[in-house]
């Protein structure tokens, strides 16, 4: 029926016509109730009060159904709301299992130095760097010039005799 507490009627009463929302042509009849009962007309009132019960029933009826719908509403904001909170909390909770899977399936948590399967050469992975998400290579890496390996102490030294032969150990014989 629409929204009826704000659609204006025409009523055809015993006076002719009442046009009005439902609240005006109840407060209408009224009046025309309380004037038929100073003029002593107990006929006239009662017809003019059954109009108005009629329309006072309508209005009730209406804003019970308006008040119904609008709680049917809340209610489904309500569940909207818990649903959406619900995703929300699920997002939050999962974000931070997928952040360690992630870090694991790079080899490491980039802070540890890696070794290769050569000449025990180190690759640091430069912890002070930010995190781009890329593994670094040897190739991606300036070359840093080598340096010259000291010798043993119990190996001679290269280049000949130092002339203090006591010192170094003999060749077993």
Not at 37 to 62: I, K, P, W
Not at 108 to 130: H, R, S
Not at 132 to 156: A, F, M, Y
Request: glycine fraction near 10%; avoid cysteine; hydrophobic fraction near 20%.
């Amino acid at each position: 029926m629409g929204n009826i507490v704000n659609r204006v009627f025409d009523s055809s009463g015993p006076e002719g016509k009442v046009r009005g929302t439902p609240q005006q042509i109840i407060d209408k009849y009224n009046q025309l109730a309380r004037d038929a009962q100073l003029a002593g007309d107990r006929v006239a009132v009662e017809n003019f009060q059954q109009h108005s019960e009629h329309y006072t029933r309508m209005l009730s009826e209406a804003q019970r159904e308006q008040d119904a719908r609008r709680e049917q509403q809340e209610r489904e904001q309500e569940a909207r709301r818990e649903q959406q909170e619900r995703e929300r909390a699920e997002r939050q909770q999962n974000q931070p299992q997928q952040q360690p899977q992630q870090r694991d399936s790079r080899g490491g948590d980039g802070d540890q130095a890696e070794t290769t399967g050569g000449g025990g050469d180190v690759i640091d992975t430069a912890p002070d760097l930010p995190d781009s998400g890329l593994v670094e290579t040897p190739e991606s890496k300036p070359s840093r010039p080598r340096r010259s390996r000291k010798p043993r102490g119990d190996q001679q030294p290269q280049g000949g005799d130092t002339g203090g032969g006591s010192e170094a150990p003999e060749a077993a014989e």
